[in-house]
């Protein structure tokens, strides 16, 4: 890869009897004051130099870097891998099937579309909690996600065997982030090149925002949307501006009875307040040491929910006994330990590295805390958190007809923040204190079950008490506590009410593995807690149904109830579409709160129930002693149970083995298929590229405002009956019950266009005071309301092109490559607005869509656009001379729907074709155009 080494770094690094390439960092002056992410990102630019997209001067600005400058340096960033999630990696894989037929179509041989990064998918974003607090919960939850996703396992199946470097962890077997830090990641990564053993930082991007739970480990990554994955995949680099770099110094050591999951809400607390959007986290100084893996990757897992890139920890002697703990060779230990001393990136916390901000925080000090009712940086001391809990009611009460879920609840990815727009990450919550909820709040509700138990529901009631997500479900520290207290519980008689629904859902087999082992399994199952599945579950929104007559008599008393997962999101309307208000808690506190059954409850004052001496029980009369859970993680974890799950990881249980699985180099798509179809990018591609065109007489589809979200433009939550979607849906035989969610349809273009812009919030400034996915059709002559998705059919019948038009902060949120691509598949050509969301930005180049930019401080309301305007851009043809334009001439005449003496509009708009490698995208149609075109050539 690397044709240029003009610092000479390239040397040799002996390991026992092995030798490795190795590009060495103190060749630049300047590295040795870089903080640990940026070393990484330095050797990352020597080693892929190529004198064009990355070059000396890249490298010589990292360098140099001013810690307080504001990021204007865009550099390429090349990960060493991939690692995806089943609702984000199935387009993706999609992508690259289609990628195959085009090359044949061209001549060329399908088998050179392989990933040229190792890419590894884990199937854990589809099994439901449908089943719960039974014996059979699990083998029967697997079972009916394999009857709902069936189609999409059987083309996953194909991927794995057609594919080189493409491997997936069947359904089943962990969460992505867990199997990533125990099994695949290996801190350096090793690679034949060109017939020599190079070695060097593993690096990732994912496509799941908690990728950064793996920045625990001292490896660097996050999460990309989709069409940056499948670029990195195929050889691309990640563009990105070299950030700003906070410093976060941990000293003083974690107090008895206070948890990871604690450590890890103070933190989000601290960082959402501080603002820490766009840049990298990186923990240093005396405390690191005493912070173990499993902790730090807790606290990476939740980088998205504080809002930054990445939250680093160094490598150091925890990292190396982690890995050998999970069971990585003792060759590759050695490696790590010696390439990061030779690269200066051991932790030594003597050095103090210059940071662009700092940040402190004395471990001894964190308290037992939660989150909610409804963000994860809406922090909670437990002391308080029934005080707490009658403010928010009473809020609830005055807001109640306000109250309006967003999302839908079915299968909300994980990646994929609601209204996680900037505004958001900078407002900070203000909690108003009434001095006690008004009395008549309360709604007592009877409820008898199908087995004769009889009880009264009201507000606050806990109908959901899961251990599940990424975050903690994994680390033993908070997962043996959770099974001690479970045990002490047991032993003093007491019970989860009635009402919560509990589950477990673990993060790796192994955690069942250290259950079993510790002699703490059937205490989790005496309260309720079998396990459900291993997979997201709750924290996705993947939560199942409540018990039936508790959801009866919710629904029919407009009751406030509540849910308590060990998860890192609770969105309105993410978890479960009964529930009002979600906490987030460690999972010791989830078992402590389904014994509650409430959160109006206090547990310094509140009994959790009566021994069999009829005496009172507290939470503190059965938390588990910190030095228990120590001695139970050393007695009860082992290198063998890692060693034992991992060793057959990619092979799968009987289900997976005996899927159906289509053979060959491309897929036999199925025509019947609702889930996974193959999406016309290609259709009538040729080798020479097209140049690209003006764009002329376009009509307005869109006229936006500002903060429109990639969920605005494509909503992953369910489809309605009555959209372009659901039609399709139920032309296609398939019953209302069944048509899942945007998300679960990524792999099939024609839900996914049909569901662009179909967001039911969305503003569409055409219409007066109408929501939803409607524009004005200008294809006739009165210029109706209509379906998005229609008027674009009938656009693309006459050959007319369409722009849209937006304002400020265009494409937030998280990044999600659906976006771009409906956007580009309703014959959208040019979106111009007054800024954008970086991600998004690049995915509209990525799908042969340009961004464009209203001239400074003008927009479309300064500039007086209605949007009934015949839109003609000119100056675009100069990208055709291997040149970017930094303007092009935009011309907006009135038409036949415009209001009577309207004159033409014109203005230049600033190309935001930012990089070399952005234009040559664009000049190719779309990056995966480019790609196929250079891997043909």
């Known amino acids: 890869m690397s044709a240029v080494n003009s610092f000479g770094a390239k040397d040799t690094l002996r390991v026992g009897e092995t030798d490795y390439e190795v590009f060495r960092i103190d060749t630049v002056d300047g590295y040795e004051k870089l903080p640990f992410s940026l070393k990484v990102l330095l050797e990352n630019l020597l080693r892929t130099e190529d004198g064009a997209n990355i070059t000396d001067a890249h490298i010589r600005a990292l360098g140099s870097w001013v810690p307080t400058a504001e990021p204007d340096t865009e550099i390429q960033f090349t990960p060493a891998r991939v690692v995806m999630q089943d609702f984000t990696g199935v387009p993706c894989i999609v992508d690259l099937a289609t990628m195959r037929e085009a090359v044949e179509a061209l001549g060329g041989d399908p088998k050179k579309i392989n990933p040229l990064a190792p890419a590894e998918m884990v199937i854990d974003h589809s099994v439901i909690a449908d089943l719960f607090g ?499 993680i050393d007695t009860s974890i082992n290198k063998e149970m890692f060693t034992h799950q991992y060793a057959s990881v990619f092979e799968g249980d009987d289900r997976w083995r005996n899927l159906p699985t289509p053979t060959g180099a491309t897929f036999e798509w199925d025509a019947e298929s609702t889930y996974v179809r193959k999406p016309p990018y290609f259709d009538g591609m040729t080798m020479e590229t097209t140049p690209v065109t003006d764009i002329v007489g376009a009509r307005v589809l869109a006229k936006l405002g500002d903060s429109v979200t990639t969920d605005h433009i494509s909503p992953a939550g369910n489809i309605k009956a009555d959209s372009p979607a659901g039609r399709y849906l139920d032309e296609h035989g398939v019953e209302r019950k069944d048509y899942n969610s945007y998300g679960s349809r990524r792999g099939n273009h024609e839900v996914m266009i049909r569901g662009t812009f179909a967001n039911i919030r969305l503003k569409n400034q055409l219409l007066d005071g109408v929501e939803g996915g409607y524009t004005r059709d200008f294809t006739q002559p009165d210029a109706p309301q209509s379906f998005i998705y229609d008027a674009s059919q009938n656009y693309q019948a006459a050959g007319t092109p369409l722009v849209i038009f937006g304002g400020k902060e265009y494409g937030s949120g998280s990044s999600r490559d659906w976006a771009a691509k409906g956007t580009s598949l309703l014959g959208v050509k040019a979106v111009i607005t007054e800024s954008f969301e970086r991600i998004h930005r690049s995915n509209l180049i990525g799908m042969g869509v340009v961004p464009l930019q209203f001239p400074a401080g003008e927009s479309w309301a300064s500039l007086g656009l209605d949007g009934t305007e015949v839109v003609s851009i000119s100056g675009i043809e100069e990208l055709n001379n291997g040149t970017t334009p930094k303007t092009v001439h935009v011309t907006a005449a009135p038409s036949e729907h415009s209001p009577a003496g309207k004159e033409t509009i014109e203005f230049d708009a600033v190309v935001r074709i930012d990089t070399p490698g952005e234009a040559d995208y664009y000049r190719n149609g779309g990056i995966l155009q480019y790609v196929l075109r250079s891997l043909v050539a």
């Open 134 to 632: 039974t014996e059979n919960a699990l083998e029967r939850n697997v079972e009916i996600e394999y009857e709902r996703n069936g189609e999409r396992y059987q083309f996953l199946r194909w991927g794995q065997t057609a594919f080189d470097d493409f491997k997936v962890v069947p359904p089943g077997t962990g969460i992505v982030h867990q199997v990533n830090i125990e099994h695949l990641a290996k801190v350096i990564y090793d690679r034949p090149v060109n017939g020599v053993l190079r070695a060097y930082p593993d690096t990732c991007v994912g496509t799941d925002s908690h990728t950064t739970m793996v920045n625990g480990l001292g490896v660097l990554g996050w999460g990309v949307g989709g069409i940056e994955a499948e670029a990195a995949m195929l050889g691309q680099p990640v563009s990105m501006l070299i950030p700003k770099v906070v410093g976060f110094k941990l000293s003083g050591v974690i107090p008895t009875g206070v948890t990871a999951t604690d450590v890890v809400l103070t933190i989000t607390d601290m960082l959402r307040k501080h603002g820490v959007v766009g840049k990298f986290v990186e923990f240093y100084g005396a405390g690191v040491a005493s912070v173990p893996l499993a902790n730090r990757a807790t606290i990476g897992n939740m980088s998205p929910e504080f809002g930054s890139t990445a939250a680093m920890f160094p490598i150091d002697d925890v990292t190396l006994d982690y890995l050998r703990l999970t069971g990585r060779s003792e060759q590759q230990v050695a490696l790590v330990e010696a390439y990061a001393k030779l690269q200066t990136l051991w932790h030594d916390a003597d050095k103090e590295p210059v940071f662009s901000e700092y940040l402190e925080l004395d471990l001894s000090t964190v308290v037992p805390s939660i989150a909610g009712p409804k963000r994860p940086q809406d922090r909670i001391i437990l002391a308080e958190a029934k005080s707490h809990f009658e403010s928010d009611l009473t809020d609830y009460a005055e807001v109640a007809h306000d109250l309006v879920d967003l999302e839908g609840s079915e299968s909300f990815p994980a990646s994929d923040p609601p209204g996680n727009t900037p505004e958001d990450e900078h407002s900070t919550h203000a909690h108003h204190h009434h001095s006690h909820a008004p009395k008549n709040i309360s709604k007592p509700t009877a409820v008898e079950l199908a087995d004769g138990q009889k009880f009264t529901l009201d507000h606050g009631a806990v109908t959901i008490a899961a251990i599940t997500s990424c975050t903690n479900t994994s680390n033993p520290s908070v997962m043996l506590a959770a099974g001690l207290l479970a045990r002490n519980a047991v032993r003093k008689g007491l019970k989860a009410k009635p009402w919560v629904k509990t589950t477990l859902a673990p993060g790796s087999k192994v955690v069942t593995d250290y259950y079993e082992k510790a002699g703490l399994t059937q205490d989790l199952e005496d309260l309720g807690f079998y396990t459900v599945g291993y997979g997201c579950t709750t924290c996705i929104g993947n939560s199942g149904p409540l018990i039936e007559e508790v959801s009866a008599a919710i629904n029919e008393n407009d009751l406030a109830v509540t849910a308590v997962l060990s998860g890192n999101r609770n969105f309105e309307g993410r978890i479960n579409p009964d529930v009002k208000m979600n906490y987030l808690a460690s999972p010791p506190l989830v078992i402590a709160y389904s014994l509650a059954g409430s959160m109006n409850f206090d547990f310094e004052a509140d009994a959790l129930g009566q021994d069999g001496d009829g005496n009172d029980v507290f939470l503190k009369d059965i938390w588990p002693d910190a030095a228990e859970v120590q001695s139970t």
